[in-house]
């Protein structure tokens, strides 16, 4: 049974029988790989699949054989990686708020549900972004903004890095590795969260009407001028005030590969002030996504500057 929902309607958790294909197919592009991920005995592996009926085929089949199930949030070029410089088209941004107690006290997150919608409303409502798409993932809450027309991975990055902005400057307590990744992977709506003793259904809270892409470009742009966050032009590049070349600019300051960054880690000690080493991570994060968290660790640990 796939539940067919209307623009502003608010769903009732409820038992779904299957994978939830209108929710995947508003807020994915149909053109390109779709990909999929499985987490088995702490191993994630990618899925490429041919369309959308494969793909909440296979989710659903998966999901029902007691696996944590995944879709990524782009296509890609090819179906031999699913890291973000693979990535092809995405058809929507999107937030992941985490909840839980320990969650609030680190300050990373919400500590319910009901307080993470709350602040997520009152986001939107300030940078005058329309309602999103809001999804229950069990532990946290999804928002989506979908798209009429799928972008480009470059053009989306831009937006979404601006998006990323707005929330540290709106002190929305989203989580800062999830915005801006194009590798990203989420749960899909009719799937089961199973990090918890009894699984938690994934549901669809909100729908929403797709939009111009253009158009909430234009409103990320128009409320960083608003709030005054730093580095989240739409159009160009950025082009800040001349800053000293920081240890993070080291890392990647073109965009590298994942091993182009990896040559440049091994000239950095990772011994070095906290205010210096976590922003090497947060770049690694914010250019690579779960890919260059093994290399991330490499290098803290020292495994990198030992071979210096």
Known sequence: MTIRHGP?????????????SNFLEKILPNDGVLQ??????????????????????????????????YHACATFNNKNSREAQNAKLLKALFLDLDCGEDKAESKQGYATKSDALRALKAFHKSVALPSP??????????????FKVAVPAADWKNAAKGLKALCKSCGLLADPVVTADAARILRPVGSHNRKYDYPR???????????DFTRIRAIIDNAATRFGTVSVRMNGPVKDVEQPVSLAEQVNPNSYSLGGVEEALRRINPECPYSEWMPVGMTIADAFGENGRDLFLRWSRGDLWETH
């Open 133 to 146: 798409m809001i999804v229950d993932s069990g532990g946290g809450i999804h928002a989506y903004w979908p």
């Open 36 to 69: 999929i991920a499985k987490l088995n005995n702490g191993r994630l592996r990618n899925i490429p699949v041919s369309g959308f009926k494969e793909m909440a085929s296979e989710l659903a089949t998966l999901d029902r054989d007691q696996t944590d199930v």
């Open 201 to 211: 259904r994934v549901v669809l809270l909100r729908d929403a009407e797709c939009e």
């Open 8 to 20: 502003n309607c608010i769903e009732q958790e409820r038992e779904l029988s299957d994978i939830d």
